[in-house]
């Protein structure tokens, strides 16, 4: 197993359910030393979530929170405050997204821990941010969502309001973090200042809205929902077909021609109201219908096959069942096996992106709860008595 690029860098996560989590695998994935700091008792709660336990785990929870080391610290007792104080200082980055302003109450605050270490870079992702006359609340995805617009512009014209399924706000909060930590180190290499990162879940849905505002900056119109339909251009969606949906990108003129031609729809090309991109994006629902009468009446793989022919960008709407299936994402090792100490052998998601030197992976199996305590305080120069002594005071477990 190759070191990775982020070998040498320690990052101590203190975070609860997605956005912290999920920050601080990518940066695992990546070969940094990440301590998961967990309560006594239940530890995160997501270990406790989802439909699927293997070993007794969540499969949720293990399947976030790979290649990272479990301790618990009772940060509500002075022994736990200090041992999470030493963890800093030895640390490069923390990152925790509990409800504002818990941490600075615990004396674990950014001032704080500066304090033991001016080089930390300190993360926290919250629902609203730090300023603001939101900046005290709490916040989830769901909240974020709404609060953001996302789910104002999402589903299908007329009908009521729905989230994006997958959590955007958290997973985004997570990768914009994530990435702030990586441009802190590299001006921490410059300057030798650690900073502070403020990551707000509902900045980070609405950062997501690039064509979004782009139409409401110039003309002060809200986004309204469209379905699979493309904001600005046409035709960019799904469409029913005999046997299944396909999405089809056929927006530049070639490949807009090039379509027309390939589904035996030559006559619009020249029609009026699909002239140019602007006006298919303006008719777009017209054209939609007339798309889809075509495309009901042969099955998904016939269309694909005539379309790909000419080089028309389009793709099959996969259930997860046929997507980890598929070669391509075969190819891509998208899907790892891990052995768990509890599950034994088990599949995990793997990591997007792809480096030639120095490749992420999937480093080790999600902690137990509190697995590596002893490990972790050895690291830091506790002896096996003064681990003993910690824990018959309440402060570790």
Request: charged content about 25%.
């Amino acid at each position: 197993m190759n070191e990775g690029a982020l070998a040498g860098i320690r990052v101590i996560e203190v975070c609860q359910n997605l956005s912290g989590p999920y920050c601080c695998t990518l940066l695992a994935d990546m070969g940094a030393d990440v301590i998961k700091v967990e309560p006594p008792g239940i530890g995160d709660h997501s270990r406790h979530i989802g439909r699927h336990f293997v070993g007794g785990e969540s499969h949720a929870f293990m399947n976030l929170n790979r290649s990272k080391r479990s301790i618990v610290i009772d940060l509500k007792s002075e022994g736990g405050k200090a041992i999470l104080k030493e963890l800093a200082a030895g640390a490069d980055a923390l990152v925790e997204n509990n409800r504002p302003g818990v941490l600075e109450r615990m004396g674990l605050g950014y001032e704080d821990l500066k304090q033991v270490n001016p080089r930390l870079i300190y993360a926290t992702i919250s629902g609203y941010g730090r300023t603001g006359p939101m900046s005290d609340r709490g916040g989830y995805d769901l909240m974020s969502q709404g609060f953001s617009s996302l789910m104002s512009f999402t589903g299908e014209p007329g009908r009521p309001p729905v989230k994006i399924p997958v959590p955007i706000c958290d997973l985004n909060g997570g990768m914009y973090t994530a990435f702030s930590i990586l441009s802190a180190l590299l001006y921490r290499g410059r300057t030798g200042k650690g900073q502070r990162i403020d990551t707000s879940l509902t900045d980070a849905g609405l950062g997501y809205t690039v064509w979004h505002s782009s139409q409401f900056f110039p003309s002060g119109e809200a986004p309204y929902p469209k379905g699979s339909a493309h904001e600005i251009s046409a035709p960019y969606q799904a469409f029913k077909c005999a046997d299944g949906y396909l999405v089809v990108g056929g927006v530049s003129q070639p490949n807009w021609e090039r379509m027309c031609r390939a589904i035996g729809l030559e006559d619009l090309i020249t029609r009026e109201d699909y002239r140019t991109p602007r006006d298919r994006g303006a008719n777009y629902l017209a054209l939609a219908e007339e798309l889809e009468a075509v495309f009901e009446k042969e099955a998904r793989d016939v269309w694909l096959e005539r379309l790909e022919a000419v080089h028309v960008p389009c793709g099959p709407i996969h259930e997860m069942t046929e997507t980890f299936a598929h070669p391509q994402i075969q190819a891509r090792e998208m899907a790892v096996e891990i052995d768990h100490p509890k599950a034994g052998r088990m599949k995990v998601l793997s990591i997007p992106p792809k480096l030639s030197e120095s490749p992420p992976q999937v480093r080790r199996p999600a902690p137990l709860l509190g697995q590596h305590t002893d490990e972790i305080l050895q690291e830091f120069g506790k002896s096996g008595e003064e681990i003993q002594r910690l824990r018959d005071a309440g402060g570790v477990a």
